[in-house]
Protein backbone atom coordinates (compact mmCIF):
# COMPACT_ATOMS: atom_id res chain seq x y z
CA UNK A 1 0.00 0.00 0.00
CA UNK A 2 0.99 3.60 -0.25
CA UNK A 3 -0.23 6.94 0.93
CA UNK A 4 -2.75 7.29 -1.72
CA UNK A 5 -4.35 4.08 -0.69
CA UNK A 6 -5.36 5.93 2.66
CA UNK A 7 -6.76 9.44 1.26
CA UNK A 8 -9.86 10.14 -0.46
CA UNK A 9 -9.80 11.39 -3.79
CA UNK A 10 -13.22 12.14 -4.20
CA UNK A 11 -13.27 14.50 -1.68
CA UNK A 12 -11.25 17.06 -3.19
CA UNK A 13 -10.87 19.98 -3.50
CA UNK A 14 -10.59 19.98 0.19
CA UNK A 15 -11.58 23.14 2.50
CA UNK A 16 -8.58 24.11 3.80
CA UNK A 17 -7.13 27.55 3.72
CA UNK A 18 -4.20 28.15 1.12
CA UNK A 19 -1.45 27.68 3.17
CA UNK A 20 -3.12 25.66 6.04
CA UNK A 21 -0.45 23.50 7.74
CA UNK A 22 -2.70 20.48 8.54
CA UNK A 23 -2.64 18.78 5.05
CA UNK A 24 1.19 18.68 6.12
CA UNK A 25 0.33 16.86 9.58
CA UNK A 26 -2.32 14.51 7.81
CA UNK A 27 0.01 13.45 5.25
CA UNK A 28 2.79 12.70 7.67
CA UNK A 29 0.31 10.94 9.87
CA UNK A 30 -0.82 8.85 6.61
CA UNK A 31 2.81 8.10 5.94
CA UNK A 32 3.19 6.56 9.22
CA UNK A 33 0.33 4.74 9.16
CA UNK A 34 1.19 3.41 6.03
CA UNK A 35 4.77 2.35 7.16
CA UNK A 36 2.95 0.06 10.15
CA UNK A 37 1.72 -1.76 7.28
CA UNK A 38 -1.91 -1.80 9.11
CA UNK A 39 -5.01 -2.55 7.23
CA UNK A 40 -8.06 0.08 6.66
CA UNK A 41 -10.03 -2.78 8.37
CA UNK A 42 -8.42 -2.55 11.48
CA UNK A 43 -7.83 1.39 11.73
CA UNK A 44 -10.39 3.82 12.82
CA UNK A 45 -9.65 8.03 13.05
CA UNK A 46 -11.88 9.83 15.27
CA UNK A 47 -12.40 13.72 15.44
CA UNK A 48 -13.89 16.51 17.09
CA UNK A 49 -15.01 19.42 15.47
CA UNK A 50 -12.74 22.33 14.53
CA UNK A 51 -10.58 22.57 10.82
CA UNK A 52 -8.18 20.03 12.23
CA UNK A 53 -11.12 17.54 12.92
CA UNK A 54 -12.35 17.42 9.65
CA UNK A 55 -9.07 15.33 8.26
CA UNK A 56 -10.35 11.68 9.30
CA UNK A 57 -13.23 13.06 6.00
CA UNK A 58 -10.48 13.03 3.66
CA UNK A 59 -9.52 8.96 4.81
CA UNK A 60 -10.39 6.29 3.47
CA UNK A 61 -11.57 4.01 6.31
CA UNK A 62 -14.49 4.06 9.13
CA UNK A 63 -14.23 7.13 11.04
CA UNK A 64 -16.00 9.42 13.83
CA UNK A 65 -16.37 12.99 13.16
CA UNK A 66 -17.90 13.72 16.52
CA UNK A 67 -18.73 16.45 18.74
CA UNK A 68 -16.54 19.76 19.93
CA UNK A 69 -13.93 18.60 22.33
CA UNK A 70 -15.22 14.52 22.58
CA UNK A 71 -13.19 12.79 20.18
CA UNK A 72 -10.53 11.34 23.30
CA UNK A 73 -13.99 10.32 24.84
CA UNK A 74 -15.71 8.66 21.78
CA UNK A 75 -12.19 7.45 20.95
CA UNK A 76 -12.24 5.73 24.20
CA UNK A 77 -15.27 3.86 23.55
CA UNK A 78 -14.00 2.51 20.25
CA UNK A 79 -11.16 1.26 21.99
CA UNK A 80 -12.35 -0.52 24.45
CA UNK A 81 -15.30 -1.85 22.42
CA UNK A 82 -12.68 -3.36 20.41
CA UNK A 83 -9.23 -3.32 21.52
CA UNK A 84 -7.96 -5.22 18.13
CA UNK A 85 -8.76 -1.81 16.47
CA UNK A 86 -6.19 0.93 15.61
CA UNK A 87 -7.83 4.18 16.77
CA UNK A 88 -6.17 7.44 15.65
CA UNK A 89 -7.79 10.75 17.13
CA UNK A 90 -7.07 14.18 14.92
CA UNK A 91 -7.43 16.40 17.12
CA UNK A 92 -6.98 20.62 17.46
CA UNK A 93 -5.88 22.84 20.43
CA UNK A 94 -9.46 24.16 21.27
CA UNK A 95 -11.23 20.85 20.70
CA UNK A 96 -8.17 19.03 22.88
CA UNK A 97 -7.39 21.75 25.70
CA UNK A 98 -10.37 23.95 26.16
CA UNK A 99 -13.77 22.23 26.10
CA UNK A 100 -11.89 18.67 26.01
CA UNK A 101 -9.59 19.57 28.37
CA UNK A 102 -10.46 17.03 31.02
CA UNK A 103 -10.97 14.20 28.44
CA UNK A 104 -7.52 14.60 27.69
CA UNK A 105 -6.09 14.32 31.05
CA UNK A 106 -8.17 11.59 32.25
CA UNK A 107 -6.95 9.31 28.41
CA UNK A 108 -3.59 9.81 29.60
CA UNK A 109 -4.04 9.32 33.02
CA UNK A 110 -5.73 5.94 32.09
CA UNK A 111 -3.12 6.07 29.59
CA UNK A 112 -5.67 4.43 26.99
CA UNK A 113 -3.97 2.91 23.75
CA UNK A 114 -4.79 5.65 21.52
CA UNK A 115 -2.34 7.27 19.37
CA UNK A 116 -3.47 11.44 19.81
CA UNK A 117 -2.04 13.87 17.08
CA UNK A 118 -3.27 17.55 17.87
CA UNK A 119 -2.57 20.45 14.98
CA UNK A 120 -2.02 23.52 17.28
CA UNK A 121 -2.28 26.14 15.44
CA UNK A 122 -2.42 28.63 18.21
CA UNK A 123 -6.02 29.68 17.44
CA UNK A 124 -9.97 28.51 17.07
CA UNK A 125 -9.30 28.51 13.34
CA UNK A 126 -13.14 27.36 12.28
CA UNK A 127 -15.41 29.78 13.87
CA UNK A 128 -13.02 32.92 12.99
CA UNK A 129 -9.72 32.85 15.44
CA UNK A 130 -10.54 33.28 19.02
CA UNK A 131 -8.09 33.13 21.70
CA UNK A 132 -7.52 29.24 22.39
CA UNK A 133 -5.63 27.95 26.01
CA UNK A 134 -2.61 27.87 23.47
CA UNK A 135 -2.68 31.54 22.21
CA UNK A 136 0.41 32.47 23.49
CA UNK A 137 0.63 35.79 25.78
CA UNK A 138 0.45 38.83 23.55
CA UNK A 139 -1.12 37.41 20.83
CA UNK A 140 -4.06 39.12 18.83
CA UNK A 141 -7.25 36.81 18.32
CA UNK A 142 -10.23 38.16 17.62
CA UNK A 143 -11.33 37.24 21.73
CA UNK A 144 -7.60 39.26 22.63
CA UNK A 145 -7.40 42.41 20.42
CA UNK A 146 -5.31 44.06 22.87
CA UNK A 147 -3.01 40.93 23.17
CA UNK A 148 -4.04 38.22 24.81
CA UNK A 149 -2.98 38.79 28.78
CA UNK A 150 -3.06 34.64 29.83
CA UNK A 151 -0.53 32.57 30.04
CA UNK A 152 -0.83 29.51 27.71
CA UNK A 153 -0.95 25.57 28.19
CA UNK A 154 2.08 23.35 27.13
CA UNK A 155 0.13 20.83 26.03
CA UNK A 156 3.19 18.06 25.75
CA UNK A 157 4.13 19.38 29.85
CA UNK A 158 0.08 18.48 30.24
CA UNK A 159 0.56 15.27 28.70
CA UNK A 160 3.34 14.11 30.60
CA UNK A 161 2.07 15.36 34.00
CA UNK A 162 -1.13 13.38 33.58
CA UNK A 163 0.49 9.86 32.47
CA UNK A 164 0.96 9.31 28.85
CA UNK A 165 3.19 6.72 27.92
CA UNK A 166 4.93 8.16 24.63
CA UNK A 167 4.94 12.87 24.30
CA UNK A 168 6.77 14.07 21.18
CA UNK A 169 6.36 17.95 19.39
CA UNK A 170 7.28 18.61 15.81
CA UNK A 171 6.22 20.96 13.30
CA UNK A 172 4.91 21.65 9.81
CA UNK A 173 8.66 22.37 8.48
CA UNK A 174 9.88 18.99 10.27
CA UNK A 175 7.99 16.61 8.38
CA UNK A 176 10.23 13.73 8.15
CA UNK A 177 10.89 13.89 12.17
CA UNK A 178 7.13 14.35 12.60
CA UNK A 179 6.14 11.30 10.15
CA UNK A 180 8.75 9.10 12.48
CA UNK A 181 7.26 10.27 15.68
CA UNK A 182 3.50 9.62 15.23
CA UNK A 183 5.49 5.86 13.72
CA UNK A 184 6.85 5.54 17.47
CA UNK A 185 3.62 7.25 19.06
CA UNK A 186 1.66 4.57 17.00
CA UNK A 187 3.43 1.76 17.99
CA UNK A 188 4.03 2.45 21.66
CA UNK A 189 0.94 0.71 23.44
CA UNK A 190 -1.01 3.36 25.94
CA UNK A 191 -1.95 7.17 25.12
CA UNK A 192 0.47 8.51 22.66
CA UNK A 193 0.45 12.42 22.31
CA UNK A 194 2.35 13.94 19.07
CA UNK A 195 2.00 17.76 18.91
CA UNK A 196 2.59 19.47 15.37
CA UNK A 197 2.78 23.31 15.56
CA UNK A 198 1.16 24.43 12.56
CA UNK A 199 0.67 27.68 10.50
CA UNK A 200 -2.94 29.44 10.24
CA UNK A 201 -2.42 31.80 7.70
CA UNK A 202 -6.27 32.85 7.89
CA UNK A 203 -6.91 33.54 11.11
CA UNK A 204 -3.72 33.46 13.34
CA UNK A 205 -1.22 34.81 10.76
CA UNK A 206 -3.15 37.73 9.07
CA UNK A 207 -3.91 39.47 13.06
CA UNK A 208 -0.13 38.64 14.34
CA UNK A 209 1.64 40.37 11.21
CA UNK A 210 2.65 37.32 9.30
CA UNK A 211 2.14 38.97 5.97
CA UNK A 212 3.26 35.54 4.03
CA UNK A 213 2.57 31.98 5.15
CA UNK A 214 5.68 31.22 4.68
CA UNK A 215 7.11 33.98 7.28
CA UNK A 216 5.02 32.39 10.08
CA UNK A 217 6.77 28.90 8.77
CA UNK A 218 9.81 30.38 9.32
CA UNK A 219 8.70 31.58 12.66
CA UNK A 220 8.00 28.40 14.00
CA UNK A 221 10.50 26.90 12.40
CA UNK A 222 13.62 29.81 13.59
CA UNK A 223 11.96 28.99 17.00
CA UNK A 224 11.54 25.31 17.50
CA UNK A 225 14.25 24.34 19.90
CA UNK A 226 15.67 20.37 20.11
CA UNK A 227 15.05 19.00 23.44
CA UNK A 228 18.87 17.90 23.68
CA UNK A 229 19.95 21.65 23.10
CA UNK A 230 17.47 23.15 25.95
CA UNK A 231 18.35 20.12 28.30
CA UNK A 232 22.05 21.22 27.80
CA UNK A 233 20.95 25.21 28.52
CA UNK A 234 19.65 24.62 31.73
CA UNK A 235 22.58 22.52 32.35
CA UNK A 236 24.61 24.91 31.68
CA UNK A 237 22.57 27.75 33.41
CA UNK A 238 21.35 29.48 30.44
CA UNK A 239 17.82 30.87 30.38
CA UNK A 240 16.08 29.46 27.59
CA UNK A 241 13.40 32.20 26.34
CA UNK A 242 9.31 31.49 26.42
CA UNK A 243 8.62 31.74 23.06
CA UNK A 244 10.47 28.60 22.02
CA UNK A 245 8.69 25.37 21.06
CA UNK A 246 11.04 22.35 22.85
CA UNK A 247 10.75 19.93 19.66
CA UNK A 248 11.83 16.54 19.91
CA UNK A 249 10.56 13.08 21.93
CA UNK A 250 9.53 14.38 25.10
CA UNK A 251 8.90 10.93 26.68
CA UNK A 252 8.96 7.21 25.91
CA UNK A 253 8.04 5.05 28.66
CA UNK A 254 5.95 1.69 29.72
CA UNK A 255 3.42 2.71 32.44
CA UNK A 256 0.63 0.14 32.30
CA UNK A 257 -1.57 0.99 29.78
CA UNK A 258 -5.07 0.29 29.05
CA UNK A 259 -6.96 -1.21 26.00
CA UNK A 260 -3.57 -2.94 24.77
CA UNK A 261 -4.28 -5.55 22.13
CA UNK A 262 -4.12 -9.04 23.47
C1 LIG B 1 -20.21 22.46 22.03
C2 LIG B 1 -19.61 23.37 21.01
N1 LIG B 1 -19.11 24.55 21.39
C3 LIG B 1 -18.56 25.36 20.48
C4 LIG B 1 -18.55 25.02 19.17
C5 LIG B 1 -17.99 25.96 18.14
N2 LIG B 1 -16.69 25.58 17.69
C6 LIG B 1 -16.52 24.84 16.57
S1 LIG B 1 -14.90 24.56 16.21
C7 LIG B 1 -14.41 25.45 17.57
C8 LIG B 1 -12.95 25.68 17.90
C9 LIG B 1 -12.01 24.99 17.01
O1 LIG B 1 -10.69 25.24 17.42
P1 LIG B 1 -9.63 24.11 17.39
O2 LIG B 1 -10.09 22.92 18.13
O3 LIG B 1 -8.32 24.72 17.81
O4 LIG B 1 -9.59 23.67 15.85
P2 LIG B 1 -9.06 24.47 14.55
O5 LIG B 1 -10.29 24.92 13.83
O6 LIG B 1 -8.21 25.59 15.02
O7 LIG B 1 -8.30 23.44 13.82
C10 LIG B 1 -15.51 25.93 18.29
C11 LIG B 1 -15.41 26.75 19.52
C12 LIG B 1 -19.10 23.77 18.80
N3 LIG B 1 -19.08 23.34 17.53
N4 LIG B 1 -19.63 22.97 19.73
MG1 LIG C 1 -6.85 25.51 16.66
Same mark, same amino acid.
Given at each position: MSFSDWFRQDRLPHIYCAGCG??????CTLDAIDKMG???EQTVFVSGIGCSSRAPGYILTDSLHTTHGRAIAFATGVKMANPALNVVVFTGDGDLAAIGGNH?????????DLTVVCMNNQIYGMTGGQGSPTTPK?????? $? #??? &?????FDLCELAIAAGAN?????????????????????? $? #??? &????AMVQCPTNFGRRNKFKQVADQVEYIKTHALLKAKCDRMIE???TVPGDMYIVGELVRRNRPAMGVKI
Amino acid at each position: MSFSDWFRQDRLPHIYCAGCGNGTIINCTLDAIDKMGWTKEQTVFVSGIGCSSRAPGYILTDSLHTTHGRAIAFATGVKMANPALNVVVFTGDGDLAAIGGNHFIHACRRNIDLTVVCMNNQIYGMTGGQGSPTTPKGRISTT $T #PYG &SAESSFDLCELAIAAGANYVARWTSYHVKELEKAVKVGLE $T #PGF &SFIEAMVQCPTNFGRRNKFKQVADQVEYIKTHALLKAKCDRMIEQGETVPGDMYIVGELVRRNRPAMGVKI
